[in-house]
Protein backbone atom coordinates (compact mmCIF):
# COMPACT_ATOMS: atom_id res chain seq x y z
CA UNK A 1 0.00 0.00 0.00
CA UNK A 2 2.87 2.60 0.82
CA UNK A 3 4.67 1.56 -2.13
CA UNK A 4 1.78 1.95 -4.52
CA UNK A 5 1.32 6.02 -2.53
CA UNK A 6 5.07 6.18 -3.07
CA UNK A 7 4.65 5.68 -6.95
CA UNK A 8 1.54 7.85 -7.37
CA UNK A 9 2.93 10.21 -5.79
CA UNK A 10 6.24 10.09 -7.85
CA UNK A 11 4.29 10.12 -10.44
CA UNK A 12 2.23 12.96 -9.79
CA UNK A 13 5.76 15.01 -9.28
CA UNK A 14 7.01 14.15 -12.68
CA UNK A 15 3.35 14.60 -14.47
CA UNK A 16 4.13 18.33 -12.74
CA UNK A 17 6.94 18.84 -13.67
CA UNK A 18 6.35 18.32 -17.35
CA UNK A 19 3.47 19.82 -17.14
CA UNK A 20 5.96 23.35 -16.20
CA UNK A 21 8.02 23.04 -18.98
CA UNK A 22 7.49 25.76 -21.18
CA UNK A 23 6.59 24.17 -24.75
CA UNK A 24 9.38 26.56 -26.79
CA UNK A 25 11.33 24.79 -24.37
CA UNK A 26 10.30 21.37 -24.92
CA UNK A 27 11.19 22.17 -28.71
CA UNK A 28 14.43 23.12 -28.54
CA UNK A 29 15.76 20.54 -26.75
CA UNK A 30 13.97 18.35 -29.11
CA UNK A 31 15.81 20.11 -32.45
CA UNK A 32 19.10 20.21 -30.53
CA UNK A 33 18.66 16.46 -29.88
CA UNK A 34 18.14 16.24 -33.70
CA UNK A 35 21.11 18.06 -34.48
CA UNK A 36 23.30 15.88 -32.97
CA UNK A 37 21.74 13.25 -34.33
CA UNK A 38 21.85 14.05 -37.82
CA UNK A 39 25.61 15.26 -37.77
CA UNK A 40 26.62 12.08 -36.08
CA UNK A 41 24.56 10.45 -38.74
CA UNK A 42 26.59 12.41 -41.07
CA UNK A 43 29.80 12.33 -40.59
CA UNK A 44 31.05 10.31 -43.47
CA UNK A 45 30.19 12.51 -45.85
CA UNK A 46 32.70 15.44 -45.10
CA UNK A 47 36.14 15.41 -46.27
CA UNK A 48 39.02 16.38 -44.13
CA UNK A 49 40.09 20.17 -44.73
CA UNK A 50 43.09 21.29 -46.54
CA UNK A 51 43.95 22.39 -42.53
CA UNK A 52 43.57 19.82 -40.99
CA UNK A 53 46.66 17.56 -41.25
CA UNK A 54 48.97 20.54 -40.14
CA UNK A 55 46.56 21.38 -37.18
CA UNK A 56 46.47 17.66 -36.08
CA UNK A 57 49.88 17.68 -36.07
CA UNK A 58 50.03 20.67 -33.92
CA UNK A 59 48.12 19.01 -31.63
CA UNK A 60 50.36 15.99 -31.21
CA UNK A 61 53.66 18.48 -31.07
CA UNK A 62 51.70 20.49 -28.31
CA UNK A 63 51.32 16.76 -26.60
CA UNK A 64 54.99 15.65 -27.04
CA UNK A 65 56.04 19.06 -25.47
CA UNK A 66 54.66 17.83 -22.32
CA UNK A 67 55.45 14.45 -22.57
CA UNK A 68 59.24 15.42 -22.61
CA UNK A 69 59.30 17.37 -20.21
CA UNK A 70 59.06 20.87 -21.73
CA UNK A 71 62.50 19.68 -23.75
CA UNK A 72 60.75 18.61 -27.03
CA UNK A 73 61.00 22.16 -28.43
CA UNK A 74 59.27 21.29 -32.44
CA UNK A 75 56.27 23.02 -31.65
CA UNK A 76 57.24 26.45 -31.30
CA UNK A 77 59.07 26.20 -35.07
CA UNK A 78 56.08 24.53 -36.39
CA UNK A 79 55.13 26.58 -39.32
CA UNK A 80 53.03 29.57 -38.14
CA UNK A 81 50.91 27.73 -35.45
CA UNK A 82 52.56 28.39 -32.29
CA UNK A 83 50.51 31.90 -32.20
CA UNK A 84 47.72 30.03 -32.28
CA UNK A 85 46.01 27.72 -29.46
CA UNK A 86 45.65 23.99 -29.65
CA UNK A 87 42.50 23.39 -27.20
CA UNK A 88 40.66 21.16 -29.99
CA UNK A 89 43.07 19.37 -31.62
CA UNK A 90 44.99 18.51 -28.15
CA UNK A 91 41.36 17.05 -27.25
CA UNK A 92 41.00 15.55 -30.70
CA UNK A 93 44.68 13.77 -29.95
CA UNK A 94 43.78 12.38 -26.39
CA UNK A 95 40.19 11.13 -27.51
CA UNK A 96 42.50 9.26 -30.61
CA UNK A 97 44.04 7.40 -28.38
CA UNK A 98 40.68 5.89 -26.63
CA UNK A 99 38.44 5.79 -29.25
CA UNK A 100 37.88 3.14 -32.17
CA UNK A 101 37.93 5.33 -34.70
CA UNK A 102 39.47 6.86 -37.45
CA UNK A 103 41.32 9.74 -35.81
CA UNK A 104 39.36 12.80 -38.75
CA UNK A 105 36.11 11.11 -37.98
CA UNK A 106 36.65 11.69 -34.08
CA UNK A 107 38.05 14.97 -35.22
CA UNK A 108 34.76 16.02 -37.19
CA UNK A 109 32.36 14.27 -34.83
CA UNK A 110 34.06 16.59 -31.64
CA UNK A 111 33.78 19.44 -34.25
CA UNK A 112 30.03 19.14 -34.55
CA UNK A 113 29.04 17.94 -31.18
CA UNK A 114 30.84 21.43 -30.07
CA UNK A 115 28.70 23.17 -33.04
CA UNK A 116 25.65 21.59 -31.52
CA UNK A 117 27.08 23.47 -27.81
CA UNK A 118 27.02 26.83 -30.03
CA UNK A 119 23.87 26.54 -30.81
CA UNK A 120 22.75 25.71 -27.32
CA UNK A 121 24.76 28.74 -25.97
CA UNK A 122 22.78 30.96 -28.84
CA UNK A 123 19.88 29.61 -27.57
CA UNK A 124 20.24 30.11 -23.90
CA UNK A 125 21.37 33.76 -24.73
CA UNK A 126 18.45 34.47 -26.94
CA UNK A 127 16.26 32.60 -23.90
CA UNK A 128 18.00 34.58 -21.31
CA UNK A 129 17.21 38.17 -23.05
CA UNK A 130 13.92 37.53 -24.71
CA UNK A 131 12.19 34.57 -23.20
CA UNK A 132 11.71 30.49 -24.50
CA UNK A 133 10.32 31.26 -28.06
CA UNK A 134 13.19 33.47 -28.94
CA UNK A 135 15.16 30.47 -27.19
CA UNK A 136 13.45 27.95 -29.99
CA UNK A 137 14.03 30.55 -32.77
CA UNK A 138 17.81 31.23 -31.98
CA UNK A 139 18.18 27.04 -32.65
CA UNK A 140 16.10 27.05 -36.18
CA UNK A 141 17.78 30.35 -37.04
CA UNK A 142 21.76 28.69 -36.50
CA UNK A 143 20.70 25.85 -37.51
CA UNK A 144 19.70 26.69 -40.98
CA UNK A 145 23.09 28.78 -41.56
CA UNK A 146 24.55 27.24 -44.11
CA UNK A 147 28.16 28.56 -42.64
CA UNK A 148 27.22 27.46 -39.29
CA UNK A 149 25.93 24.47 -39.75
CA UNK A 150 28.10 23.35 -43.25
CA UNK A 151 31.26 24.30 -40.86
CA UNK A 152 30.46 22.11 -37.77
CA UNK A 153 32.64 19.50 -38.99
CA UNK A 154 35.72 20.42 -40.44
CA UNK A 155 36.19 23.94 -39.73
CA UNK A 156 37.95 22.65 -36.61
CA UNK A 157 39.14 26.13 -35.22
CA UNK A 158 36.56 28.72 -36.50
CA UNK A 159 33.22 26.76 -34.88
CA UNK A 160 35.16 25.76 -31.44
CA UNK A 161 36.46 29.26 -31.30
CA UNK A 162 33.06 30.58 -32.18
CA UNK A 163 31.22 28.52 -29.77
CA UNK A 164 33.13 29.13 -26.67
CA UNK A 165 33.04 32.83 -27.68
CA UNK A 166 29.08 33.20 -27.34
CA UNK A 167 28.79 30.69 -24.28
CA UNK A 168 31.73 32.75 -22.98
CA UNK A 169 29.12 35.90 -23.70
CA UNK A 170 25.88 34.19 -21.97
CA UNK A 171 27.95 33.92 -19.17
CA UNK A 172 29.17 37.04 -19.25
CA UNK A 173 25.80 38.70 -19.54
CA UNK A 174 24.67 35.81 -16.47
CA UNK A 175 27.39 37.96 -14.26
CA UNK A 176 26.11 41.31 -15.35
CA UNK A 177 22.77 40.90 -14.02
CA UNK A 178 24.21 40.55 -10.16
CA UNK A 179 27.25 42.85 -10.46
CA UNK A 180 29.33 43.83 -8.77
CA UNK A 181 29.10 40.22 -6.87
CA UNK A 182 28.17 37.84 -9.51
CA UNK A 183 27.44 34.17 -8.77
CA UNK A 184 30.91 32.00 -8.21
CA UNK A 185 29.09 29.75 -10.75
CA UNK A 186 28.84 32.41 -13.63
CA UNK A 187 32.24 33.54 -12.92
CA UNK A 188 33.84 30.22 -12.83
CA UNK A 189 32.05 29.10 -16.24
CA UNK A 190 33.11 32.67 -17.51
CA UNK A 191 36.37 31.60 -17.56
CA UNK A 192 36.46 28.63 -18.59
CA UNK A 193 35.31 29.24 -22.09
CA UNK A 194 37.13 32.51 -22.26
CA UNK A 195 40.07 30.29 -21.92
CA UNK A 196 38.57 28.02 -24.40
CA UNK A 197 38.20 31.01 -26.33
CA UNK A 198 41.93 31.61 -25.90
CA UNK A 199 42.82 28.24 -26.34
CA UNK A 200 41.88 28.01 -29.60
CA UNK A 201 42.37 31.99 -30.99
CA UNK A 202 44.18 35.17 -29.09
CA UNK A 203 40.89 36.75 -30.06
CA UNK A 204 39.48 35.92 -27.27
CA UNK A 205 40.96 38.59 -25.48
CA UNK A 206 38.02 40.45 -27.11
CA UNK A 207 35.89 38.48 -23.90
CA UNK A 208 37.89 40.11 -21.50
CA UNK A 209 37.40 43.88 -22.51
CA UNK A 210 33.82 43.26 -22.77
CA UNK A 211 34.16 42.38 -18.84
CA UNK A 212 36.04 45.63 -18.45
CA UNK A 213 32.88 47.51 -20.49
CA UNK A 214 30.26 45.72 -18.51
CA UNK A 215 32.03 46.51 -15.32
CA UNK A 216 32.62 50.20 -15.80
CA UNK A 217 29.09 50.81 -17.47
CA UNK A 218 27.76 49.26 -14.30
CA UNK A 219 29.61 51.37 -12.38
CA UNK A 220 28.76 54.51 -14.03
CA UNK A 221 25.06 53.42 -13.43
CA UNK A 222 25.37 53.14 -10.14
CA UNK A 223 22.45 55.17 -8.12
CA UNK A 224 25.22 57.04 -5.95
CA UNK A 225 27.53 58.71 -8.56
CA UNK A 226 30.16 60.08 -6.67
CA UNK A 227 33.62 58.61 -7.21
CA UNK A 228 33.72 56.64 -3.94
CA UNK A 229 31.04 54.69 -4.79
CA UNK A 230 32.36 54.22 -8.62
CA UNK A 231 35.90 53.00 -7.20
CA UNK A 232 33.63 50.71 -4.48
CA UNK A 233 31.63 48.89 -7.72
CA UNK A 234 35.02 48.42 -9.86
CA UNK A 235 37.10 46.98 -6.96
CA UNK A 236 34.45 44.06 -5.69
CA UNK A 237 33.26 43.46 -9.34
CA UNK A 238 37.69 43.16 -9.51
CA UNK A 239 37.43 40.92 -7.06
CA UNK A 240 34.98 39.05 -7.75
CA UNK A 241 36.18 38.45 -11.67
CA UNK A 242 39.67 37.23 -10.53
CA UNK A 243 39.28 33.93 -10.06
CA UNK A 244 37.57 33.42 -13.79
CA UNK A 245 40.69 35.32 -14.74
CA UNK A 246 42.79 32.72 -13.18
CA UNK A 247 40.92 29.82 -14.25
CA UNK A 248 40.97 31.29 -18.43
CA UNK A 249 44.85 32.21 -18.23
CA UNK A 250 45.19 28.34 -16.93
CA UNK A 251 43.18 26.72 -19.49
CA UNK A 252 44.71 29.14 -21.83
CA UNK A 253 48.82 28.72 -21.65
CA UNK A 254 48.04 24.58 -21.50
CA UNK A 255 46.30 24.52 -24.79
CA UNK A 256 48.67 27.25 -26.10
CA UNK A 257 52.32 26.50 -24.77
CA UNK A 258 53.90 29.20 -26.49
CA UNK A 259 51.64 31.84 -24.29
CA UNK A 260 53.27 30.62 -21.41
CA UNK A 261 56.93 31.57 -22.26
CA UNK A 262 56.28 34.70 -22.00
CA UNK A 263 53.67 37.48 -20.21
CA UNK A 264 53.05 39.17 -23.43
CA UNK A 265 52.93 36.64 -26.24
CA UNK A 266 49.03 36.64 -26.64
CA UNK A 267 49.60 40.80 -27.22
CA UNK A 268 52.29 39.78 -29.49
CA UNK A 269 50.56 37.13 -31.74
CA UNK A 270 47.21 39.23 -31.92
CA UNK A 271 49.79 42.40 -33.93
CA UNK A 272 51.34 39.86 -35.89
CA UNK A 273 47.80 38.56 -37.51
CA UNK A 274 47.23 41.76 -38.18
CA UNK A 275 50.59 41.53 -40.55
CA UNK A 276 49.92 38.55 -41.73
CA UNK A 277 50.56 38.52 -45.77
CA UNK A 278 51.01 35.41 -47.55
CA UNK A 279 49.89 34.58 -51.42
CA UNK A 280 47.12 33.06 -50.14
CA UNK A 281 44.35 34.80 -52.94
CA UNK A 282 40.46 35.47 -52.53
CA UNK A 283 37.76 36.56 -55.13
CA UNK A 284 34.98 39.22 -54.39
CA UNK A 285 32.27 39.89 -56.99
CA UNK A 286 34.48 37.94 -59.37
CA UNK A 287 37.76 40.01 -58.53
CA UNK A 288 40.71 38.40 -57.10
CA UNK A 289 42.56 39.91 -54.44
CA UNK A 290 45.65 38.46 -52.40
CA UNK A 291 44.83 38.20 -48.76
CA UNK A 292 46.63 41.05 -47.60
CA UNK A 293 44.80 43.99 -50.62
CA UNK A 294 41.23 42.84 -49.83
CA UNK A 295 38.95 45.71 -49.65
CA UNK A 296 37.54 47.26 -46.58
CA UNK A 297 34.16 45.68 -46.93
CA UNK A 298 35.21 42.12 -47.88
CA UNK A 299 34.06 40.14 -44.58
CA UNK A 300 31.12 42.70 -43.94
CA UNK A 301 30.39 41.97 -47.88
CA UNK A 302 30.35 38.12 -47.20
CA UNK A 303 28.38 38.22 -44.26
CA UNK A 304 25.92 40.15 -45.85
CA UNK A 305 25.51 37.09 -48.47
CA UNK A 306 26.38 34.33 -46.75
CA UNK A 307 23.72 34.45 -43.96
CA UNK A 308 20.30 33.93 -44.25
CA UNK A 309 18.05 36.67 -45.15
CA UNK A 310 15.66 36.58 -42.19
CA UNK A 311 19.00 36.20 -39.83
CA UNK A 312 19.84 39.74 -40.95
CA UNK A 313 15.83 41.26 -40.92
CA UNK A 314 15.62 39.54 -37.10
CA UNK A 315 18.92 41.18 -36.20
CA UNK A 316 17.96 44.57 -37.86
CA UNK A 317 14.61 44.50 -36.42
CA UNK A 318 16.39 43.77 -32.87
CA UNK A 319 18.76 46.52 -33.24
CA UNK A 320 16.19 49.20 -34.40
CA UNK A 321 14.11 48.17 -31.28
CA UNK A 322 17.35 48.82 -29.04
CA UNK A 323 17.58 51.98 -30.56
CA UNK A 324 13.95 53.12 -30.48
CA UNK A 325 13.83 52.75 -26.87
CA UNK A 326 16.20 55.03 -25.24
CA UNK A 327 14.20 55.81 -22.36
CA UNK A 328 12.84 52.31 -21.16
CA UNK A 329 13.21 51.87 -17.51
CA UNK A 330 13.06 48.20 -15.56
CA UNK A 331 12.92 44.99 -17.60
CA UNK A 332 12.84 46.52 -20.77
CA UNK A 333 15.99 48.76 -20.01
CA UNK A 334 17.95 45.76 -18.97
CA UNK A 335 17.00 44.11 -22.54
CA UNK A 336 17.98 46.88 -24.45
CA UNK A 337 21.12 47.57 -23.04
CA UNK A 338 22.29 43.81 -23.25
CA UNK A 339 20.72 44.23 -26.80
CA UNK A 340 23.24 46.68 -27.76
CA UNK A 341 26.01 44.83 -26.07
CA UNK A 342 24.95 41.92 -28.03
CA UNK A 343 25.18 44.03 -31.12
CA UNK A 344 28.60 45.65 -30.06
CA UNK A 345 30.13 42.42 -30.34
CA UNK A 346 29.31 42.03 -33.56
CA UNK A 347 30.48 45.54 -34.82
CA UNK A 348 33.11 45.77 -32.74
CA UNK A 349 35.61 43.50 -34.16
CA UNK A 350 33.66 43.96 -37.73
CA UNK A 351 34.69 48.23 -37.11
CA UNK A 352 38.31 47.13 -36.08
CA UNK A 353 38.33 44.60 -39.86
CA UNK A 354 37.50 47.74 -42.11
CA UNK A 355 39.41 50.37 -40.16
CA UNK A 356 42.52 48.65 -40.20
CA UNK A 357 41.98 46.95 -43.04
CA UNK A 358 43.28 43.50 -41.60
CA UNK A 359 43.98 40.47 -44.30
CA UNK A 360 40.62 38.27 -45.27
CA UNK A 361 40.32 35.11 -46.95
CA UNK A 362 38.02 32.21 -47.41
CA UNK A 363 35.07 34.68 -47.45
CA UNK A 364 33.95 34.93 -43.56
CA UNK A 365 35.35 32.02 -42.42
CA UNK A 366 37.25 34.09 -40.02
CA UNK A 367 34.49 35.92 -38.72
CA UNK A 368 32.06 32.74 -37.88
CA UNK A 369 32.21 34.04 -34.33
CA UNK A 370 29.58 36.99 -35.13
CA UNK A 371 27.22 34.03 -36.66
CA UNK A 372 25.68 33.07 -33.23
CA UNK A 373 25.50 36.83 -31.46
CA UNK A 374 23.74 37.92 -35.10
CA UNK A 375 21.22 34.61 -34.50
CA UNK A 376 20.73 35.89 -31.14
CA UNK A 377 19.67 39.44 -32.15
CA UNK A 378 17.92 37.98 -35.27
CA UNK A 379 15.91 35.40 -32.35
CA UNK A 380 14.59 38.69 -30.49
CA UNK A 381 13.81 40.57 -33.47
CA UNK A 382 11.68 38.04 -34.70
CA UNK A 383 10.64 37.60 -30.74
CA UNK A 384 9.27 41.09 -30.49
CA UNK A 385 8.07 41.21 -33.99
CA UNK A 386 5.62 38.22 -32.97
CA UNK A 387 4.85 39.67 -29.93
CA UNK A 388 3.79 43.05 -31.41
CA UNK A 389 1.70 41.44 -33.92
CA UNK A 390 0.00 39.36 -31.90
CA UNK A 391 -0.45 42.16 -29.61
CA UNK A 392 -2.55 43.74 -32.12
CA UNK A 393 -4.22 41.19 -33.96
CA UNK A 394 -4.56 37.00 -33.41
CA UNK A 395 -4.79 36.72 -37.35
CA UNK A 396 -1.74 38.85 -37.79
CA UNK A 397 0.40 36.94 -35.04
CA UNK A 398 -0.92 33.84 -36.73
CA UNK A 399 0.04 34.52 -40.12
CA UNK A 400 3.68 36.22 -39.06
CA UNK A 401 4.24 32.97 -37.41
CA UNK A 402 3.68 30.84 -40.30
CA UNK A 403 5.18 33.14 -42.59
CA UNK A 404 8.24 32.37 -40.36
CA UNK A 405 8.19 28.86 -40.45
CA UNK A 406 7.59 28.22 -43.86
CA UNK A 407 10.45 30.45 -44.59
CA UNK A 408 12.74 28.78 -42.27
CA UNK A 409 11.99 25.48 -43.60
CA UNK A 410 12.94 27.33 -47.35
CA UNK A 411 16.12 27.78 -45.47
CA UNK A 412 16.07 24.28 -44.26
CA UNK A 413 15.57 22.76 -47.66
CA UNK A 414 18.41 24.34 -49.43
CA UNK A 415 20.23 22.79 -46.88
CA UNK A 416 18.99 19.87 -47.63
CA UNK A 417 19.89 20.24 -51.32
CA UNK A 418 23.65 20.93 -50.76
CA UNK A 419 24.86 18.71 -48.40
CA UNK A 420 27.12 17.89 -47.75
CA UNK A 421 28.07 21.25 -49.34
CA UNK A 422 25.63 23.40 -47.08
CA UNK A 423 28.94 26.04 -45.73
CA UNK A 424 28.85 26.99 -49.67
CA UNK A 425 25.37 28.41 -49.11
CA UNK A 426 25.07 31.82 -50.58
CA UNK A 427 21.85 34.04 -50.11
CA UNK A 428 19.42 35.36 -53.01
CA UNK A 429 21.24 38.80 -52.84
CA UNK A 430 23.72 37.15 -55.47
CA UNK A 431 21.24 34.42 -56.30
CA UNK A 432 22.07 31.81 -54.14
CA UNK A 433 25.01 29.32 -54.86
CA UNK A 434 24.74 29.68 -58.51
CA UNK A 435 24.77 33.32 -58.73
CA UNK A 436 28.07 33.33 -56.57
CA UNK A 437 29.25 30.35 -58.57
CA UNK A 438 32.99 31.90 -59.55
CA UNK A 439 32.44 35.54 -58.06
CA UNK A 440 33.03 34.32 -54.72
CA UNK A 441 35.02 32.19 -52.44
CA UNK A 442 32.43 28.28 -52.41
CA UNK A 443 34.22 25.48 -51.60
CA UNK A 444 37.76 26.14 -50.31
CA UNK A 445 38.24 23.33 -48.22
CA UNK A 446 37.97 20.95 -51.46
CA UNK A 447 34.76 19.13 -49.62
CA UNK A 448 34.51 17.78 -52.99
CA UNK A 449 36.60 14.56 -52.66
CA UNK A 450 34.34 12.02 -51.41
CA UNK A 451 31.75 12.09 -54.08
CA UNK A 452 34.96 13.19 -56.50
CA UNK A 453 36.86 10.22 -55.64
CA UNK A 454 33.82 8.10 -56.07
CA UNK A 455 32.66 9.12 -59.35
CA UNK A 456 36.28 8.51 -60.54
CA UNK A 457 36.14 5.08 -59.27
CA UNK A 458 33.14 4.14 -60.72
CA UNK A 459 34.78 5.52 -64.33
CA UNK A 460 37.85 3.42 -63.94
CA UNK A 461 35.94 0.67 -62.78
CA UNK A 462 35.01 -1.07 -66.06
CA UNK A 463 38.54 -0.46 -67.32
CA UNK A 464 39.94 -2.95 -64.40
CA UNK A 465 40.49 -5.69 -66.50
CA UNK A 466 42.12 -3.53 -69.25
CA UNK A 467 44.69 -2.37 -66.88
CA UNK A 468 48.32 -3.20 -67.20
CA UNK A 469 48.72 -5.70 -64.18
CA UNK A 470 50.07 -3.83 -61.28
CA UNK A 471 49.27 -0.39 -62.92
CA UNK A 472 47.72 2.32 -61.24
CA UNK A 473 45.94 5.58 -62.22
CA UNK A 474 47.70 8.54 -61.08
CA UNK A 475 45.50 11.61 -60.31
CA UNK A 476 46.15 15.16 -59.30
CA UNK A 477 44.15 17.05 -57.55
CA UNK A 478 43.90 21.10 -56.56
CA UNK A 479 43.95 20.39 -52.83
CA UNK A 480 45.95 18.55 -50.55
CA UNK A 481 47.30 15.20 -50.55
CA UNK A 482 45.48 13.41 -47.46
CA UNK A 483 41.74 14.17 -48.24
CA UNK A 484 42.94 12.50 -51.65
CA UNK A 485 44.18 9.07 -50.14
CA UNK A 486 41.83 8.63 -47.43
CA UNK A 487 39.14 7.80 -50.10
CA UNK A 488 40.77 6.55 -52.69
CA UNK A 489 41.46 2.33 -53.38
CA UNK A 490 44.62 0.85 -54.44
CA UNK A 491 44.01 1.82 -58.12
CA UNK A 492 44.46 5.12 -57.78
CA UNK A 493 47.20 7.06 -56.75
CA UNK A 494 48.19 10.80 -55.79
CA UNK A 495 50.66 12.42 -57.94
CA UNK A 496 52.38 15.84 -57.79
CA UNK A 497 53.27 15.67 -61.78
CA UNK A 498 50.42 17.69 -62.50
CA UNK A 499 51.60 17.75 -66.30
CA UNK A 500 51.49 13.76 -66.79
CA UNK A 501 48.69 12.65 -64.29
CA UNK A 502 46.06 10.43 -65.95
CA UNK A 503 43.07 12.65 -64.19
CA UNK A 504 42.52 15.46 -62.57
CA UNK A 505 40.11 16.41 -59.56
CA UNK A 506 38.99 20.28 -58.89
CA UNK A 507 36.45 22.27 -57.41
CA UNK A 508 35.90 25.20 -59.53
CA UNK A 509 36.36 27.68 -56.69
CA UNK A 510 38.94 30.46 -58.19
CA UNK A 511 38.81 28.32 -61.22
CA UNK A 512 40.84 25.40 -60.02
CA UNK A 513 39.44 23.56 -62.49
CA UNK A 514 40.65 25.36 -65.36
CA UNK A 515 44.25 24.92 -64.18
CA UNK A 516 44.74 21.74 -66.67
CA UNK A 517 43.06 20.24 -69.92
CA UNK A 518 41.18 17.10 -70.46
CA UNK A 519 37.82 15.49 -70.79
CA UNK A 520 35.14 16.16 -68.01
CA UNK A 521 34.37 12.21 -66.46
CA UNK A 522 32.00 13.94 -63.64
CA UNK A 523 30.79 16.95 -61.99
CA UNK A 524 29.74 17.78 -58.74
CA UNK A 525 26.58 20.28 -58.66
CA UNK A 526 24.32 21.31 -56.22
CA UNK A 527 21.16 24.13 -56.33
CA UNK A 528 22.51 24.86 -60.17
CA UNK A 529 26.11 25.62 -60.04
CA UNK A 530 28.54 23.03 -60.72
CA UNK A 531 31.07 23.22 -57.65
CA UNK A 532 33.40 20.58 -58.70
CA UNK A 533 35.09 18.38 -61.55
CA UNK A 534 36.76 15.09 -62.30
CA UNK A 535 38.87 15.41 -65.69
CA UNK A 536 40.36 12.40 -68.32
CA UNK A 537 43.38 13.86 -69.21
CA UNK A 538 45.05 10.58 -71.07
CA UNK A 539 44.38 11.02 -74.11
CA UNK A 540 46.55 14.42 -73.70
CA UNK A 541 49.46 12.26 -72.35
CA UNK A 542 52.49 11.87 -74.73
CA UNK A 543 52.32 7.82 -73.99
CA UNK A 544 49.29 6.58 -72.19
CA UNK A 545 47.94 2.75 -71.92
CA UNK A 546 45.82 2.63 -74.32
CA UNK A 547 42.44 1.74 -72.21
CA UNK A 548 39.60 3.45 -72.59
CA UNK A 549 35.54 3.30 -72.17
Known amino acids: MQMSVRTEAGTSVWRARLAALDRYDVASALLLLALVVIALATLGDYAISNDEEVQQRYGELILAYYRSGFTDQTVFNFKNLYLYGGLFDVVATLLGKFLPFDLYTIRHGLCALIGVGGIAATCATARLLAGP ?6 VALIAVCGAWYGGMFNHTKDIPFGAAMMAATYFLLRCARDLPQPRWRDVLLLGLTIGAAL ?28 IRSFTDYIGRSAIRFAPGFVLAYLVMIVAWPWAARAPLNPIAALFDFAEFHYPIRTVLSGHVYLMGDVPRWYVPTYLAIKLPLLTLLGALVATAWAIGHRHASGTMAQTRNAILFIAFTIGFPLLCQVALRG ?7 HFLFVVPPLTVLAAIGLETALRSTSARSF ?17 ASQLVRLHPYEYVFFNPLVGGIEGADRRYDTDYWVNIMPEAVGDLE ?13 HRFTVAVCGERLPFEKEADAGLSWTPDWDHADFFIAPTHMNCDRALDGKIIATIARAGAVIGVVKDRRALLPSTIAVSN
Open 395 to 411: ALGTGLAASLTLILLWN
Open 359 to 365: PAFTGMR
Open 199 to 226: GQRVTGLLVIGYVLLIVMLGAAATQRRD
Open 458 to 470: AYVAPLEAHRLHG
Open 133 to 138: RAGALA
